[in-house]
């Protein structure tokens, strides 16, 4: 039996003021909020990912709603491999649905909206 290994989130906001403003701006969130987002979304996704291969990674972009449901499919954004690539794709879109929300806390929507997620092959 695989067992795979989430790597990586990193978070994002999507704003259409310039990219300096948005720095200065931007809400972050803590390291501390950061891993519980990690560990919500590996215990979700982690028995949906069917990544082949030790060396196998991917990363995708990621648009949430605020109710905790996807707000489009995720995106490719770079990976191993583009099998690696779509694995972490539609083990997102499988494992986060309507029935089944990633359960964020509400108060902070505004910065976890969007994020990247990065899963590998262990």
């Known amino acids: 039996m695989k067992t795979f290994l989430a790597v990586g989130l990193a978070l994002l906001v999507v704003s259409s003021a310039s990219a300096q403003e948005s720095r200065q701006a931007s809400p972050k969130l803590t390291l501390a909020e950061q891993m519980k987002m ?3 979304i590996n215990r979700q996704v982690q028995p949906c990912l069917n990544m082949r291969g030790d060396k196998s990674f991917a990363k995708v972009r990621i648009q949430m709603n605020r109710d905790g449901t996807l707000a489009g499919r995720p995106v490719p954004v770079s ?3 583009y099998a690696a690539m779509q694995a972490l794709v539609r083990a997102v879109a499988l494992c986060v649905t309507p029935e089944h929300p990633l359960r964020f806390d509400p108060a902070l929507y505004e ?4 994020f990247k997620y990065t899963a590998s092959g262990q």
């Open 38 to 40: 990690q560990t919500i």
């Open 79 to 81: 990976g191993s491999d």
């Open 111 to 114: 910065r976890w909206r969007t």
